[in-house]
């Protein structure tokens, strides 16, 4: 089995940031894609930013966080950050993240952590 976990989360003012981490633990042979997603009640959850494997990563961002996030992964520690600032009320949600393992004897699965709450308010 693979477990992912996020951390991070809490209460920020607009303007503020946070720094959320994503660490994957478990029956790991290699993590691909990995990427972070956010859902607010009544609506669908949507895709924030991604990040591949390998060659430093090839990041994929949504456009309403362009320039204000920033995604990053540690491989040797299987785990993925997501760098976030100049936070707007529009971002409070709660954050997902995903990662696509191929686990021990060779299968694949995408898998999801719990979340974590992120509130921008003043």
């Known amino acids: 089995q693979v477990q992912l976990v996020e951390s991070g989360g809490g209460l920020v003012q607009p303007g503020g940031s946070l720094r959320l981490s994503c660490a994957a633990s478990g029956s790991i042979f290699m993590i691909s894609t990995m990427g972070w997603h956010r859902q607010v009640p009544g609506k669908e959850r949507e895709l924030v930013a991604t990040i591949t494997s390998g060659g430093g990563g090839s990041t994929n961002y949504a456009d309403s966080v362009k320039g204000r996030f920033t995604i990053s992964r540690d491989n040797a520690k299987n785990t993925m950050y997501l760098q976030m600032n100049s936070l707007k009320p529009e971002d409070t949600a709660v954050y997902y993240c995903?990662?696509?393992?191929?686990?021990?004897?060779?299968?694949?699965?995408?898998?999801w952590g719990q979340g974590t709450q992120v509130t921008v308010s003043s």
């Open positions: 995903n990662a696509g393992v191929v686990t021990i004897p060779g299968m694949f699965g995408s898998y």
